[in-house]
């Protein structure tokens, strides 16, 4: 009798992870879904906010071929890194209180291989020299001028170090008063994080940033603490963050939800397990945001942040869509 129980509660299980959503989303689109979805047949990726969606298709473009999931994640935020209608990541970005530009990134294979590079100034992709990094070096991270003279010891040219039009604009009205206070999802707009695995099942992640605007010069964020900003581990699965970097660092945010998902949690509840305690360290919780992906190893994801506003794009070979997260408030 137990047996067939058994059985019969396996098979029900079995088949609401193959049925169909209850709320299908078809093409491009934004859905405000209630619920996330189960899991799903590889490869997929996901990726912070809108600027994602773009990301997510150079990324697919990888990945429908059977390419590997490190080229995905790596080819996909380069997309974000030269837009120049993206304020907050790549050279485009918003500058620091001197008025300067300076980026962090890291990438992250699910064999615990990771690379990064944090205060690095005019390097055009510093997801690719956060590779290098990984693949070259016997080191994870690499800061300031040590990055740049290894950018261009690995023959990567330096950008001219101008602000563009937009961030320019954007900084002479800043001057005015000078006084820092973020504003939610729109300064905390900070990373894209990405996250996927490929059909072969192999993991990945990758997270790049020109920071919060008008930072101290030579704040760092989450995104190139591998640990806060990004983890990836194949046995388990990855996550990813978006916000207040300072605020995700306290809790190694990325690496909390994995440890989770580890645990038994699916990746929906360990995202909103650590918003809660984010939440619970944040001195001034009303005014910051802070937004959370994970991806597990059979494809199940989840999102969660702070506030509303945050959103995430996701590709697979069934949809492709723009995700309103829930949030804590």
Partial sequence: ???????????????????????????????????????????????????GIAANDKAWEILSTNGNILDAVEEGVKVTEIDKSVFSVGLNGIPDREGIVTLDASIMKGDGSCGAVAFVRQVKHPITLARKVMEKTPHVLLVGEGARQFALQEGMPLEEEVLSLKARKAYNEWKIKAKYQPIINVENHDTIGMIGIDAAGEMAGSCTTSGLGYKMH???????????????????????ATGLGEDVIRICGAFLIVELMRQGRTPQEACEEAVKRAVAKSKDVNNIQIGFLALNKEGAFGAFSIQPGFNYAHHNSNRQALVDSKSWF
């Fill in 1 to 51: 009798m137990k047996s067939r129980r058994s059985f019969i509660q396996k098979s029900l299980l079995s088949s609401l992870m193959l049925a169909p959503f209850s709320r299908k989303v078809t093409g491009m689109g934004i859905s405000s879904e209630s619920f996330i979805e189960k899991p799903i047949s590889k490869p997929q990726v996901i990726s912070t906010w809108n600027h």
């Fill in 218 to 240: 030579g704040r760092v964020g989450d995104s190139p603490i591998i640990g806060a900003g990004l983890f990836v581990d194949g046995e388990v699965g990855a996550a990813t």
